[in-house]
């Protein structure tokens, strides 16, 4: 019986020591509590904001580009996608089926959409097709009952009205590359696009903007519940561009099948009013990406579509390098006016025989004559007696052999040799038969049609020194560009020579030649070789150039400007394998100039 | 042992009246409370809305309220005399189960009754402190301290531990034990058998843990190291943290917790309930559920103790821990105490036959207080 007492002690003992361990216990739950919700709370708050709140850059629309006269060259069009939503079909195959008979999905279209679909949540918009005009969105929407589930959404897309025109200049936007450099969270955006190359690329900070910010609340499977803020982005800045529409499309027509670039500048300012390299691409396609065919034609094309000339071409710039050579031996006192050489048709320099491209020669001439009938003899002599040096101390000058720093990506600098630089690169000592070959603009001596545009500038506006630019000069009365420090006289004699070029009967030029309203051109042509001709050649007949095939035809140059009295523009044609600067460039520069002219007789007031 | 004054008229069976009036109602009172948190909540839970989650459980809680009352109702000895009966009923359904089971969420644990699936292991914990109690009140304490005392209670707790264990349903197996263990502890079971087995246990864990389920190895390791694996097993444990740590003191409002609504917070509406609770309310309602759960537990000794009868106090002690063990296991889960092992807490969870195991428990806590005076033999 005692026992039983003690069963029944044991027991309540036990039982308190247990109930208060249980109470005890469920105490420490509260100071856990604590622990969570006062101590970390603030940890904890940041962690469910991140888990609820996302996040997303709000596009800004990006910078329109203008022509000098307010024409857009590269603006934002309405893009139309149609999208579809799972969950609000009543079946994706009705739906499928019904949008192909209105728009036609090709096979491997339709098997991405289906993938799409299965990979996505039910509420998360699939592309079915974009790229849509407003009509084609509109026939969609019209049948929208039929379709259910099928949403079209609107954003922008880059568009370029002049398509190939102005595809070297403009550029054009594409996919943000593994490479490029991140600096802005707006790169990260999927599908956001970025100037790649041209106008788009040289100034992309200026025409992107800054994103604006959205906050939304999103649930645990990423569905938007609302949103939470907004605040909208800066638009990026239009940007106006000394490029004339008219003249850049005259450029373009005028080239026509051929390859090469026409570079135009305003002789004061440097602005570039046309700047086309042909053939060209459509950037259009650039922006929706281009197909693996397209790519291909473009790579394969033996015109090379894709490089522009007028920065990345290099090309000897003959003939036309011949009032550098002048303007050296006029400022170095080596030639006058009166100066004069006896051109025999050749000249021989050791066992080396130097041809002039008349075989008969053209007897006694001066400077001025020499450049009229773009005489060989008499630079070559005046190189030989000059020296390289002082030739390429001109030419640099004149903004040969140097970047010009336009911006355009793959500008090459060209090529203005000296005595160093030989020594330098071929660690041998200048021949003075080098020298006399740079006197034609032969040799090592390479340029790139925009430098030689810069360069006739630069002589027709009397010798300042202008730099191309892109940008509209608005303020050109207070626009003043360094002096060269060339004497007056001196520029006047190889202008001089460069309008009998165009305007005296024997000059190079006299087929491109024109009057309008008094109003002629000044010029030189240049034909340079890229084979050379042998020996034996010469004594059998130099082959005609249509005899040739294509590659091995000469390159025909041109860089003229206008009005001869009182110059304004400036322009300089190149056209790779185009036979001769006088029938094929001159031409080219003299419709250009006219047109110029033109322009600014029936202008509006520009500034 | 009888008193002699109480013998004469105690021995007797109660007047409904008396039953009526020895009912305590501020314990009733303490679990209505709960239940109209829990149906609050699930309000809450399905968005404001009764559907599919509050309304049913206000149902369920009114016919558990029925039960509850039912078992308040009846004598103390009726659970006695039927106790073995009642265990190795539960028993042979749990076998049952094991046979041809319906099943749900990955493990054989229901029977289809038509009108509702019933848990065989639920009833398991009622039948188990019935049986436990029974015996326990038979042999004297020579007997209790005795090893050849333990075997037959050992066998009553180690037959529905393993066919818990094998559904598999680690957590009502560890709840049973912890129960049982409760049980042995109280009636004065000496401390270092409980010794002797806890180190048997750590020599066995390495052999247990070759014979876990992939996915209950998973949830103890992700209970070790959540970060383990953030978006997978882990995440159960971290979104209920962050959901807990954002609510604050204060709670972010009625309908405005943010992990809970956007469904960063899984099984919002069973087992982590009191997450979305502590959200909502801060840890001023997180500390108000505990509080009134420790008042339940609390009442629940108290009623205990003041029992006349060995059977009663044990009985009473045996069902408050089990209830304690399914407030203390879930709130130190979803708290990140204790591995997530699925156990949901009663009364606030969303579900029917916990919450019908747990009133018809507090029926017999009710019906013991009533029948406190009333002295029981030893069979």
Known sequence: MNRDNDKGKVLIIRSLILGGIELFLLFLLIFRLYYLQVYQADRYKTLADENRISTRLLVPPRGIIYDRHQNMLAGNRQNFQALMVAEQTTNIDDTLNAFKEIMPLDEEEEKRIRKDLKKNRSFVPVKIKDNLSWKEAAQILLNAPDLPGVIIDEGLSRYYPYGDIFAHVIGYVAAVAENDVKDDPLLEVPGFKIGKSGIEKLYEKELRGKAGNQKLEVNAVGRIMKEIEREDGVPGNNIELSLDVRLQKKAYELLGEESGAIVMMNVKTGEILAFASAPAFDPNSFTHGLSVEEWKELNSNEKNPLLNKAVSGLYSPGSTFKMVVGLAALESGLVDRQSRSFCAGKMVLGNHTFHCWKDIGHGYIDIVQALQHSCDIFFYETAQQLGINKIADMARRFGLGAKTGIGIENEKSGLIPDTEWKLKQFGEPWQQGESIISGIGQGYVLTTPLQLATMVSRIANGGYEVYPTFRKISDTKNFYPKSMGLSPQNIEMIRQGMYDVVNTPGGTALMARFNFNGQRMAGKTGTTQVRRISMKERQTGVLKQDELPWKYRNHALFVGFAPHDNPKYGVAVLVEHGGSGSSVSAPMGGKMLLEALKLDATDKPVD | ?379
């Open chain 2, 1 to 379: 042992m009888y008193k002699a004054y109480e013998t004469g008229f105690r021995n007797q069976t109660l007047s409904f009246r008396e039953k009526f009036w020895g009912i305590s109602f501020s314990y009733v009172l303490l679990i209505m409370i709960l239940a109209v948190i829990g149906v609050v909540m699930l309000y809450s839970a399905a968005n404001g809305s009764w559907q599919p989650w509050a309304w049913r459980q206000l149902m369920r809680f009114g016919l558990g309220f029925g039960v509850m009352l039912v078992v308040a109702f009846m004598d103390v000895r009726i659970f006695l005399r039927y106790a073995y009966l009642f265990y190795f009923g539960v028993l042979a359904l749990l076998i049952l189960v094991e046979i041809g089971g319906h099943i749900g969420m990955g493990a054989q644990r229901w029977i289809n009754l038509g009108f509702m699936k019933l848990q065989p292991s639920e009833l398991m914990k009622i039948a188990l402190v019935l049986a436990l109690a029974r015996y326990f009140n038979s042999i004297p304490l020579q007997s209790i301290e005795s090893i050849k005392g333990l075997l037959f209670p050992l066998a009553l707790v180690i037959m529905p531990v393993f066919l818990v264990m094998i559904q598999p349903d680690l957590g009502t197996a560890l709840m049973l034990l912890f129960n049982a263990g409760a049980i042995f502890f109280a009636v004065g079971v000496q401390l270092w058998k409980f010794g002797v087995v806890l180190l048997g246990g750590i020599v066995c864990l390495p052999i247990a843990w070759h014979f876990l389920h992939t996915y209950q190895k998973n949830r103890v390791l992700t209970f070790l190291d959540p970060e383990r694996d953030p978006l997978g097993a882990g995440y159960h444990i971290i979104q209920s943290k962050i959901a807990l740590g954002s609510g604050g003191v204060f709670g972010k409002g009625f309908l405005n917790g943010t992990q809970s609504h956007l469904n960063f917070l899984p099984e919002k509406h069973t087992d982590f309930i009191f997450t979305m609770l502590s959200e909502e309310f801060g840890m001023i309602g997180a500390a108000l559920v505990i509080l009134i759960n420790f008042l339940i537990i609390a009442y629940s000794f108290v009623f205990a103790l003041r029992s006349a009868s060995y059977f009663g106090k044990l009985t009473a002690i045996g069902l408050a821990t089990n209830y304690f063990l399914y407030v203390m296991i879930n709130i130190a889960m979803v708290l990140g105490l204790l591995p997530v092992v699925g156990i949901p807490l009663p009364l606030i969870s969303y579900g029917g036959t916990v919450l019908l195991s747990v009133m018809t428990g507090f029926g017999i806590i009710l019906a013991v207080n009533t029948n406190r005076n009333i002295n029981i033999g030893k069979d």
